[in-house]
């Protein structure tokens, strides 16, 4: 089945230890985006790549970074995290086309910060 | 501020009961979208509705778009424990924007 595929599903890191989350999709989608969720509170878009061309969120930290070295695979850095980065990490993906911007999600990876 | 709003954020109800969940702005979307998700996993897809006014049923799930295209509300019938979740809606402009949600949970 095609799908969006998250690894680790649960990850550990220190305070100010570089963590990368990464993410792969077999939909063969044209947009990969990465959200961070916290407790109760909706998906928070951090960036998206269409094709090779990353869009930063305004709001998105400098800590936040990420690559996409081919269709299939994208990864997210946090290059130090901090006590307030523990969240889901969401990665999903969409065709690309217009509207209606349907997404397809991962299941998430889940980090805590120690 | 959010720019979609949804109520109630917390919902539960005994199985076998109704419910619907709102979700409104003061923007036009040109499509709106909602999602499940379950504790721990992704939201997943179940409705996409595009044009004013539009009803679809997916089972016991009705999704309805506001005829100026700025609400949309999700009505389950004969709720089952099944259907216990975070319930997102989100809104198409030039991206896509979530509302808060609304935590469903259906007792046995």
């Known amino acids: 089945d095609a799908m969006v595929i998250q690894n680790p599903r649960y990850q550990v890191t220190q305070f100010g230890k570089p963590v990368t989350l990464s993410c792969s999709q077999t939909l063969n989608h044209n947009v990969m985006y990465w959200y961070q969720q916290k407790s109760s509170q909706a998906p928070k878009l951090l960036f998206h790549?269409?094709?090779?061309?990353?869009?930063n969120e305004a709001d998105t930290p400098d800590n936040f970074q990420s690559r996409r070295p081919n269709t299939s695979f994208c990864f997210l850095d946090i290059r130090s995290p901090g006590l307030g980065d523990a969240a889901m990490y969401l990665c999903?993906?969409?065709?690309?086309?217009?509207?209606?911007?349907?997404?397809?999600f991962g299941p998430g990876t889940r980090l805590t910060v120690t | 501020t959010q720019l979609l709003e949804q109520s109630p954020q917390f919902l539960s109800i005994q199985e076998g009961e109704n419910l619907t969940v709102y979700c409104n702005s003061s923007?036009?979307?040109?499509?709106l979208q909602w999602y499940r998700q379950e504790p721990g996993e992704g939201p997943v897809l179940l409705v996409t509705?595009?044009?004013?006014?539009e009803v679809k049923k997916l089972k016991r799930l009705t999704f309805q778009f506001g005829d100026a295209r700025k609400d949309s509300s999700l009505h389950i019938t004969a709720a089952q424990p099944g259907d216990t979740g975070l319930y997102l809606c989100?809104?198409?402009?030039?991206?896509?924007?979530f509302g808060a949600g609304t935590t469903v949970t259906v007792r046995a």
């Open positions: 923007s036009v979307f040109s499509s």
């Open positions: 509705v595009v044009t004013g006014g």
């Open positions: 790549y269409y094709d090779k061309d990353f869009n």
């Open positions: 999903a993906t969409s065709s690309g086309a217009s509207d209606p911007y349907e997404q397809y």
């Open positions: 989100a809104g198409a402009r030039y991206k896509l924007s």
